[in-house]
């Protein structure tokens, strides 16, 4: 996807991570000229979650929970089981809940904190706070 295509996607992820915000949750997204468009949202209970757009055809956005990289489970898990138009905070709320039980299952290792997932991000200084 070119990047003015991605750009009404990009506005309809900011509107709803600004109102995440609002619920303590901390978010943070691409530029809105990156090649790429996804996000990062730290949720009131310290988890990390990625959000991007379904890669393959619009279907909506995909939700995951990142954990410690492992051989065995990588570095994330998806929450939902089909993409989703719909950011609303019960999405992200619902997303949350199934991917823990997700990561769970895998016997994952959740990060102890946000911070220890935030300092190892590779392209932190790339994202954008959502505020």
């Known amino acids: 996807m070119n990047r003015d295509n991605q750009k ?5 992820l900011t509107k709803a991570m600004q109102e995440l915000t609002k619920h303590g949750y901390k978010c943070f997204i691409q530029p809105e000229n990156s090649d ?6 730290i949720t ?14 619009w279907r909506g956005w995909t939700f995951s929970i990142q954990y410690q ?3 065995n489970n ?3 898990c998806g929450c939902l089981e089909d993409p989703t138009p719909d950011l609303s905070l019960e999405t992200w709320q619902r997303a949350e809940r199934e991917g823990l039980a997700f990561a769970a299952r895998l016997h994952a290792t959740l990060y102890k904190s946000s ?3 935030l300092k190892n991000l590779w392209n932190k200084e790339e994202m954008q706070e959502v505020k």
Request: overall charge negative; charged content about 20%; hydrophobic content about 25%.
């Open 74 to 76: 990588g570095s994330g």
């Open 115 to 117: 911070a220890d997932w």
């Open 36 to 41: 790429c468009l996804y996000g990062h949202v």
């Open 8 to 12: 009404p996607y990009h506005a309809t």
């Open 44 to 57: 009131p209970s310290d988890n990390v979650m990625y959000v991007q757009r379904d890669s393959y055809e």
């Open 69 to 71: 990289p492992s051989k």
